[in-house]
């Protein structure tokens, strides 16, 4: 086999993803068989298994098709991909003589729902009860009225859009109407010497799902399934017995760009990285930093989360604004997993004796995602008195604490000479500037340290005398590198999470690290 029709192939999964078609549809719009890759595939797992078959190749074409499998509406498993579709009846036999048709077509997020009658019974075709016992079951009653000789047209009858919705059950907070086409027309034939009329009906309905609406059901599951058998976990965080002072100290748990769902590969960039990994590095982490400050008194701890916590925030696995990823999970999978890993990362925390401030930062690659999140989080500990939810519309946030005002957003909208006068103007954060000495923000994004004493710059760029005295922080990442980065030359920045004990009084008093050495 050579490497172009490997290479091929992969093009062909690639456009039916895209697409969300499938990969046989997908091979013949690329001038192939429709079977170009299912028998490409056949070899491709055939010589890997007889060792003929390098690993890089194989990698490739394998990482393309579970992709396909596990996120197009085509794939092996995507009952599992797009639940909540209209109900494909299969209880209803062939209509008599061929005069009902009832269609039913699926493309990713949209279906198209197609009932029409072709009724010629008039003339040469008696009724007779199996023609009725056949039929479907809100046309029994114009066939059984015919074969009485009523030929009045019974009101029971599928001729409107609501009718045929609810024969088929169509969740209708799921599927939207977008186009409907409503049809009717006379058949005359002759019958004992006279002309007889009867009418056929034709309705059609072409549906788009609200993914919204799937996303929302899709995390009440996970949290229903979840909360029935989890248990809190366990870890040794070290000495948290710390005399008391009289110092007002916060503690800022800060983890950015975790990207939960990333897939990378270490023949290929340097490292691996999968969900797994991510959640050992994350814990790891907080372990390392809730040790690393149990020498400081603090009554409280800040736990910003978000900011990328999920690589991708769409059902195709591609960030907000449409860029696929490299994920090793379903999407339902990564929701579910990356939020189990905060309610435990939480649960941690907790364990200090200290109330947690949840806030939540959306990011560039899960905007949507990490709101759900959010509200996932919020359910979760709704009864619990000890942690707190800041989960609202803006994409920045404001805490202040004492005399320390901080701001937290992810780093790639706002231009970073607007952030200085945002802090001191924006709605929530206004009332709290002028009570505050101590301004920072938080950002991440960059997936990398940089530090930011921040003067106000003019329309031409020239710095003013004016010093606002706003610190902007972008922090570091424990993701794992892959392909685009690597490819970028995107490396080398020390992968670490970082924590600060704030004084209500005095401001930053330190700043804690936890760095990952990769070897």
């Known amino acids: 086999m050579t490497k172009e029709r490997i290479e091929k192939a992969i093009e062909i999964i690639n456009y039916a993803i895209k697409n969300q078609i499938s990969v046989k549809e997908a091979s013949v719009r690329c001038g192939c068989s429709d079977t170009y890759v299912k028998n490409t595939k056949a070899v491709v797992y055939d010589k890997y298994d007889e060792g003929t078959l390098n690993d890089e190749l194989f990698t490739m074409f394998d990482t393309a098709y579970k992709r396909y499998t596990e ?104 599927w939207r109407v977008e186009r409907t086409r409503l049809n009717k027309w006379d058949v005359t034939s002759w019958s004992e010497g006279y002309a007889r009329t009867i009418q ?89 930093l809730v040790h690393r400050a149990s020498g400081f008194d603090y009554s409280r701890i800040l736990f910003p989360v978000g900011n990328d916590f999920f690589n991708s925030d769409t059902i195709f696995n591609t960030t907000t604004q449409g860029t696929q990823q490299d994920e090793d999970l379903r999407w339902q999978k990564t929701f579910n997993v990356g939020t189990r890993l905060l309610v435990d990362a939480i649960n941690l925390l907790k364990q200090t004796g200290r109330p947690v401030d949840v806030v939540v930062i959306p990011g560039n690659h899960d905007f949507e995602r990490s709101y759900y999140m959010g509200k996932f989080l919020e359910a979760w500990f709704n009864n619990d008195p000890s942690v707190t939810m800041y989960n609202g519309a803006s994409p920045r946030k404001y805490y202040r604490f004492g005399k320390v005002l901080l701001g937290f957003t992810h780093g790639s909208e706002e231009k970073e000479s607007s952030l200085p006068l945002l802090m001191a103007t924006d709605i929530e954060s206004k009332p709290m500037w002028s009570e505050t000495i101590f301004h920072e923000w938080h950002l991440g994004h960059i997936h990398r340290k940089r530090n930011v004493n921040y003067k106000v710059v003019d329309t031409k760029e020239r710095t003013l005398n004016e010093d ?30 970082d924590a600060f ?15 990952l050495i990769i070897e």
């Open 71 to 174: 996120n197009t509406v085509f794939g092996a498993k995507a009952e599992e991909k797009l639940p909540t579709a209209p109900d494909k009846p299969t209880d209803i036999p062939p209509a008599a003589n061929g005069r009902e048709q009832l269609t039913f077509e699926q493309k990713g997020n949209t279906a198209i729902i197609d009932f029409k009658t072709d009724d010629k019974i008039l003339g040469n075709s008696p009724i007779n009860q199996d023609m009725i016992d056949k039929s479907i079951p809100a046309n029994q009653a114009i066939l059984r009225n015919l074969a009485e000789g009523d030929e009045s047209y019974p009101k029971n009858h599928i001729k409107t859009l609501d009718e045929l919705l609810d024969y088929l059950n169509v969740d209708r907070e799921v």
């Open 200 to 288: 056929n009906f034709q309705v059609r309905a072409d549906l788009v799902r609200n993914i919204q609406v799937v996303k929302e059901r899709m995390a009440g599951e996970i949290f229903i399934d979840m909360i029935k058998n989890y248990k809190p976990p366990v870890f040794l965080v070290g000495n948290t017995d710390v005399p008391k002072s009289n110092e007002n100290n916060l503690f800022e748990v800060s983890i950015f760009d975790l990207h939960m769902g990333k897939l990378a590969w270490g023949g290929e960039t340097g490292e691996n990285y999968d969900t797994k990994i991510a959640r050992a590095r994350f814990l790891e982490s907080i372990e390392k």
């Open 468 to 497: 606002l005295g706003v610190t902007i922080r972008y922090l570091s990442s424990l993701t794992g590198t892959e392909e685009w980065h690597h490819k970028k030359g995107f490396v080398g920045a020390i992968k670490a999470a």
């Open 501 to 515: 004990i704030w004084n209500d009084e005095l401001g930053l008093i330190a700043h804690l690290n936890s760095n």
